[in-house]
T-cell receptor, first 114, second 114 residues
């Protein structure tokens, strides 16, 4: 069965510094990977996805993610964090065997301090 | 959140009462999903539907029921059999065959049962 791990419950970063939110996955077959962001009391917003192609994927709001097949990782990155980036971030992987379901990680809270 | 509406945003019910959460989408998406989110936890799949008049149980379907009579609507009923119904409920949709695999989320309904 597929799974996603987000090893950090919270990541703290100073505004203007680069940020990384970690995600590792386990899936049979080719991985289809996603990042979502959730602001308080809101739904999830799609940030970016990796299906195939370049290992560096660019998404919304200046975020990007690096797919690393050998390390089974899909870390979310941003060169310069903003206070407004503070939110809950979820990594997800598509279940290749069951109706395009997504399995979500437990989420990582990103705190960007001025 | 655009294109998927959930109502109401906040819902309060007494224990023992059934309650129905609304989810409507105008994206012409084929597939729709219901998730439950508890504090500090990721999303757990309750039910999903890939086509009108058909739906499947997710990981935590006990105590819930759904219907999919129209493509644009996928209401979720939280029954009195659900042992711990207080949670944040998220509805999502996906384009379907030939489309991308990402899901798009509504703004959520926070249900409190006392």
């Amino acid at each position: 069965a597929q799974s996603v791990a987000q090893p950090e419950d919270q990541v703290n970063v100073a505004e203007g510094n680069p940020l990384t939110v970690k995600c590792t996955y386990s899936v049979s077959g080719n991985p289809y990977l996603f990042w979502y962001v959730q602001y308080p009391n809101r739904g999830l917003q799609f940030l970016l996805k990796y299906i195939t192609g370049d290992n560096l994927v660019k998404g919304s709001y200046g975020f990007e993610a690096e797919f690393n097949k050998s390390q089974t990782s899909f870390h979310l990155k941003k060169p310069s964090a903003l206070v407004s980036d503070s939110a809950l971030y979820f990594c997800a992987v598509r279940d290749n065997n069951a109706g395009n379901m997504l399995t979500f990680g437990g989420g990582t809270r990103l705190m960007v301090k001025p | 959140d655009g294109g998927i509406t959930q109502s109401p945003k906040y819902l309060f019910r007494k224990e023992g009462q059934n309650v129905t959460l609304s989810c409507e989408q105008n994206l012409n998406h084929d597939a729709m999903y219901w998730y439950r989110q508890d504090p500090g936890q990721g999303l757990r799949l309750i039910y999903y539907s890939q086509i009108v008049n058909d739906f499947q149980k997710g990981d935590i379907a006990e105590g819930y029921s759904v219907s999919r009579e129209k493509k644009e609507s996928f209401p979720l009923t939280v029954t009195s059999a659900q042992k711990n119904p207080t949670a944040f409920y998220l509805c999502a949709s996906r384009l379907g065959q030939g489309g991308s695999y990402e899901q798009y989320f509504g703004p959520g309904t926070r249900l409190t049962v006392t």
